[in-house]
T-cell receptor, first 119, second 109 residues
């Protein structure tokens, strides 16, 4: 159980275009989803936290107009990179968290990641 | 401020034991996580500690001392497939994960 899928796994796009990445929790309801970015040989960097039905909370330095997040249902969140530039090339990873009652470890389940290359 | 410290890189021999240390400072504390991340892949959950002591799970064990703000991940009977980065993350009072930079573990034959 607790599987998170992410689509696409790899995408190459031209500079100036927009790219949408989907994150789905397949066998549980995700009340909270997280979007991370990871550059080579660096740690995870949290971009934003989204709760179903409400606006995402962005980390400092992350442009909310550039990285649009929609958490429309308890099983789906999308990240759209608008007007992508080469410096946006990175590994984007989503994770989902389900609160299942007392004693929950608040574990985050990660999707497999999306490697974005902007040419 | 909030901070997670762990060594950047460690090297160990196949079949041996290695201990990866992590010290943490978080605003409030709701547990300490360890994740494994192979190159080019997303992290996978290894362990969660919220009470002091040692949690053993097969070849991997994790220890927590809340009074010292300290945790370690212990890997026994190392295998080549254990070569990966190991991420320590503390959960703060808002249930947000504060991530360490990760420890790259290199296993040599």
């Amino acid at each position: 159980g607790a599987v998170v899928s992410q689509h696409p796994s790899r995408v190459i796009c031209k500079s100036g275009t927009s790219v949408k990445i989907e994150c789905r929790s397949l066998d549980f309801q995700a009340t909270t989803m997280f979007w991370y970015r990871q550059f080579p040989k660096q740690s995870l960097m949290l971009m934003a936290t989204s709760n179903e039905g409400s606006k995402a909370t962005y980390e400092q330095g992350v442009e909310k107009d550039k990285f649009l997040i929609n958490h429309a249902s308890l099983t789906l969140s999308t990240l759209t990179v608008t007007s992508a530039h080469p410096e946006d090339s990175s590994f984007y990873i989503c994770s989902a968290r389900a609160l299942r009652g007392t004693g929950d470890s608040y574990e985050q389940y990660f999707g497999p990641g999306t490697r974005l290359t902007v040419t | 401020g909030q901070n997670i410290d762990q060594p950047t890189e460690m090297t160990a021999t196949e079949g041996a034991i290695v201990q990866i240390n992590c010290t943490y400072q978080t605003s409030g504390f709701n547990g300490l996580f360890w994740y494994q991340q192979h190159a080019g892949e997303a992290p996978t959950f290894l362990s969660y500690n919220v009470l002091d002591g040692l949690e053993e799970k097969g070849r991997f064990s994790s220890f927590l001392s809340r009074s010292k703000g300290y945790s370690y991940l212990l890997l026994k009977e190392l295998q080549m497939k254990d070569s990966a980065s190991y991420l320590c993350a503390g959960m703060d009072s808002n249930y947000q994960l504060i991530w360490g930079a990760g420890t790259k573990l290199i296993i040599k034959p």
